[in-house]
Structure formats: structure tokens, C-alpha cells
């Protein structure tokens, strides 16, 4: 391979800049620079018209109409009417399909088990002490 010495090219460069290139390139640049920044610092330039106004209400309105009609209601709790509406057969296959024992509806319905009178006394508001003075009063015997 032949060795280039920068002594022996000519001086002589096959390209010229255009007059006042070198005058005019620090503008240039920074012209450049300056547009760079400004599409940086404000990318998102929205120019609204009555067509996106009436797009974007459209997709509110149908953005709330999705939500009112899948939001869950409130689930309200069964009423007795309801709850008699439902037979032994069809509580016994539920307990069945849920692997629900004897035992564990025993332990789910330990509170005590009023009676009608006594439920009777408590909405009556009836204290015990009257009630017995009330008994003593009146003669129990007769009514036996």
C-alpha cells in the first residue's frame, strides 16, 4: 500500500462554500435550535372545533350511559316473603353444592331462639317487675 504524504496534495479543494455561508451559519443554527425547542416545550397544541366539542361530549355521554347501566345496585336484603318462597328441597341441594355441613349451620344459628310472647313483651316495652306485680294482682287460680 502506497503511502499518502499531506506534503505532496495539492492544495487545491474540489469543493466552495457559497458566499456568506459561514456568516450566515451561527443564525442558522440557532434558528434551528429555537424551533427544536419550542415543538418540545409545547407538543400537545389542540385546536378545538365544534366537530371534536360534539366528539368529546358524545363520548362522555356514552362513557356515563356505560357506567349507569353496568354500575351494581345495591343489593337490598331478602324479606321474609321472599325467604318463604324458597323450599326445604331447594336449601338442602344449596348446602349440598356448597359442601355446607350440619354442623356449621348449627354453629351459624347459635343466637337464641325467642318465642313469640317474648318477643311480644320486648315490643310492649313491659318491665319485668311490673309484670310480676301485675300477676300477684290479678288471681292466677281462677283463670287455671
Known amino acids: 500500500m502506497k503511502r499518502i504524504k499531506l506534503e505532496d496534495l495539492d492544495r487545491k479543494l474540489p469543493y466552495r462554500e457559497p ?5 450566515q451559519l451561527p ?4 434558528s434551528r435550535i429555537y424551533e427544536q425547542t419550542v ?3 409545547n407538543p400537545f397544541s ?3 372545533s365544534w366537530k371534536r366539542t360534539a366528539l368529546a361530549g358524545a363520548a362522555a355521554s356514552i362513557v356515563g350511559v356505560l357506567l349507569w347501566v353496568t ?3 345495591k343489593q337490598l336484603s331478602l324479606s321474609e316473603e321472599t325467604l318463604s318462597q324458597v323450599t ?10 356448597n359442601n355446607i355441613s350440619q354442623q356449621e349451620v348449627i354453629e351459624q344459628t347459635q343466637a337464641p331462639i325467642e318465642s313469640e310472647e ?3 313483651f320486648q315490643q310492649l316495652n313491659v318491665n319485668d317487675e311490673d309484670l310480676k306485680k301485675a300477676l300477684q294482682d ?3 287460680e281462677e283463670m287455671i
Open 19 to 23: 458566499a456568506g455561508y459561514f456568516e
Open 71 to 73: 354500575y351494581p345496585q
Open 138 to 140: 290479678e288471681n292466677i
Open 39 to 41: 415543538q418540545k416545550e
Open 27 to 30: 443564525t442558522t443554527v440557532q
Open 46 to 48: 389542540v385546536s378545538w
Open 118 to 120: 317474648d318477643v311480644l
Open 88 to 97: 326445604n328441597d331447594e336449601i338442602l341441594t344449596y348446602l349440598k353444592d
